[in-house]
């Protein structure tokens, strides 16, 4: 069975400081995401990782993806108050017994002035 | 403009009633699927369906049920088999195969209170 876990599960932190979320998986994977999600809202995309050595960046957030140690992080760059959130990775399956997109447990981001 | 459109956005439900909740897509995505969303939890999988006329349970099928008969629908039926379905239901859908529009997208949401 496929696992994602991410950690931390909670994160505060200061404006301009610099963080990484990580996402490990525990199989073989096709594609990997990375969503925000604001509360009482849906999820919205940030990037979609499809092999390794992947690095998409956006403003301050980063994601990277290693398929051989099966881990995928988000880097957050001097980070400001609009990047509070909470942010989700889901591994996605073709042809699999569960072929669909597993979700980590998120992350809640909490950032201060 | 193509995308994901769940309906409604707020949906209120008595004891014993079922409730269905709409999740239609024009983006021509193969896959479909139905999570659950708990006040501060993650997503646990309802049902997906890779394609039409086919579908396939996922960790919390029970007291719910779906139908695929048109790629581009995928309704969700809460039954009054599901003894707690207050929750935010969310529908995505995504393309099955690598090497096309890779993003799996979400609809804005269903959120559904018991009454």
């Known amino acids: 069975e496929l696992k994602v876990e991410q950690n931390p599960l909670f994160l505060s932190m200061q404006e301009g400081k610099n963080y990484t979320i990580y996402c490990n998986y525990s199989?073989?994977?096709?594609?990997l995401y990375w969503y925000r999600q604001d509360p009482g809202k849906s999820l919205e995309s940030l990037f979609v990782?499809?092999?390794?050595?992947a690095v998409k960046q956006e403003g301050r957030l980063m994601a990277s993806l290693d398929t051989k140690a099966r881990l995928s992080t988000l880097h957050i760059t001097a980070a400001v108050h609009d990047l509070s959130a909470t942010y989700f990775c889901?591994?996605?399956?073709?042809?699999?017994?569960?072929?669909?997109?597993?979700f980590g447990k998120g992350t809640k981001l909490s950032v201060k002035p | 403009d193509g995308g994901i459109t769940q309906s409604p956005k707020y949906l209120f439900r008595k004891e014993g009633q079922n409730v269905t909740l709409s999740c239609e897509q024009n983006?021509?995505?193969?896959?479909m699927y139905w999570y659950r969303q708990d006040p501060g939890q993650g997503l646990r999988l309802i049902y997906y369906?890779?394609?039409?006329?086919?579908?396939q349970k996922g960790d919390i099928a029970e007291g719910y049920s779906v139908s695929r008969e048109k790629k581009e629908s995928f309704p969700l039926t809460v039954t009054s088999a599901q003894k707690n379905p207050t929750a935010f239901y969310l529908c995505?859908?995504?393309?099955?195969?690598?090497?096309?529009?890779?993003?799996?997208?979400f609809g804005q949401g269903t959120r559904l209170t018991v009454v």
């Open positions: 369906s890779q394609i039409v006329n086919d579908f």
């Open positions: 199989t073989t994977s096709d594609r």
């Open positions: 983006l021509n995505h193969d896959a």
């Open positions: 995505a859908s995504s393309h099955n195969g690598a090497g096309v529009d890779p993003f799996a997208f």
């Open positions: 990782l499809l092999s390794n050595g």
């Open positions: 889901a591994v996605e399956v073709y042809g699999g017994s569960q072929g669909n997109l597993i």
